[in-house]
């Protein structure tokens, strides 16, 4: 049985949330293809390039995944490497329009293609790759946020990447 599911998102960057989801998905599923994707609506803040090499550290030791960017349509990508399922984590209400559009989306692009919803930990409920890119810009302390191996080079990236108005 092919038990091959994709965790997509922008992962910019990623943060405890999505190691969190990922970590286990991999306990769950016999391999899973961490997929950096691009999205329409944001403007990154990391290259794709940047995003994986995070990836790669702060998943260092977990066997079982691929971690790869993919620049087009999420359900192609699926059909292509024969993916079984996505797994999305799910925060709050607030994320289930927009996931559930995701979902049924990509089901109507590839009808193999199903979505596996993981409930987020309730510590990790409110956190956000944006509201680090935030605080970190702000100079404020986002190691509660990152992984503990990334903390550092994310935020000296985000902080010399800053532009900060002057508010009289
Ligand atoms: O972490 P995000 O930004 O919520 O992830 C969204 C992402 C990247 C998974 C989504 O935008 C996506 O699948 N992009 C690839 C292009 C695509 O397939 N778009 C149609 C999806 S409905």
Redesign the pocket.
Known sequence: MNNTVIC?????PVTLGHVDIIKRASKMFDKVIV?V??????TPSFSIDERIAFLEKALEGVDNIEIVG?S??????AKERNAKAVV?GLRAMSDFE?EF??AL??KK?NPELDTVFLTSDSQYMYLS?SMVKQIASLGGDISYFVPQSIHEQVYERLKTGARKETVK
Do not use: I
Not at 8 to 12: E, H, L, Y
Not at 72 to 77: P, S, T
């Open positions: 997509p998102g922008s992962f910019d997929a994707l691009v999205n329409m609506s944001k993919f087009g349509l999420l359900a192609d990508y999305k927009y559009q995701m989306t990509n692009l790759s």
